[in-house]
């Protein structure tokens, strides 16, 4: 089956630990997105990348890493630096610029 | 900064009825894209506009886009209980792989 895949559905964190959310796509698709949602709000994106080895800030991307070692895997580390980190976590992928976006089925973290 | 915003925040139909919303962005775009999402869910894409479109229909879905005025609008047909969700508009400035989202329209169909 192709798709995108999340992992793991539900995360717990105590404060001040790192935590990393994976994301993996078998579409081959160049460009890959996380972005940020909190309880009914929209998605703020936190990081995209284009293509291996590059990517960009978003509108939200402190207290957040990610890496694009592989097309197929870009995981977001959500740091201790991220003062408010509970939320629900969703990673997209698409082939273009002018191409539709797949998305996961999201992340949900909750720091305790 | 989010580059679309949705309006209404939230839409209350009778089955059957008929359901717009609206997008406005800011930029100039490649296209601009609708999608669904159920609650706890991820979202599901539902139709893709270029810019040099002005209309554009999938099934009950018709989307119309004004690049002057920089907004868009979703209508969604002969509404069923199953399109209960929330349905958010994307953007992508012109030649950059940023891909913005709204706050969303929170549509409840009523049986």
């Known amino acids: 089956d192709g798709g995108i895949t999340q992992s793991p559905k539900y995360l717990f964190r105590k404060e001040g630990q790192n935590v990393t959310l994976s994301c993996e796509q078998n579409?081959?698709?160049?460009?890959m997105y996380w972005y940020r949602q909190d309880p009914g709000q929209g998605l703020r994106l936190i990081y995209y990348s284009q293509i291996v080895n590059d990517f960009q800030k978003g509108d939200i991307a402190e207290g957040y890493s990610v890496s694009r070692e592989k097309k197929e895997s870009f995981p977001l580390t959500v740091t201790s630096a991220q003062k408010n980190p509970t939320a629900f976590y969703l990673c997209?992928?698409?082939?273009?610029?002018?191409?539709?976006?797949?998305f996961g089925q999201g992340t949900r973290l909750t720091v305790v | 900064s989010q580059q679309g915003e949705e309006d209404p925040q939230a839409l209350s139909i009778q089955e059957g009825e008929n359901a717009t919303m609206n997008c406005s962005y800011k930029t100039s775009i490649n296209n601009l894209q609708w999608y669904r999402q159920n609650s706890g869910r991820g979202l599901v894409h539902l139709i893709l506009i270029r810019s040099n479109e002005r209309e554009k229909h999938s099934g009950r879905l018709r989307v119309t886009l004004d690049t002057s005025k920089k907004s868009s609008s979703l209508l969604i047909t002969a509404s069923r209980a199953a399109d209960t969700a929330s349905y958010f508009c994307a953007t992508g400035p012109t030649n950059d792989y940023k891909l913005s989202f709204g706050a969303g329209t929170t549509v409840t169909v009523r049986a």
């Open positions: 997209a992928s698409s082939l273009s610029e002018r191409a539709e976006a797949f």
């Open positions: 579409l081959n698709h160049d460009a």
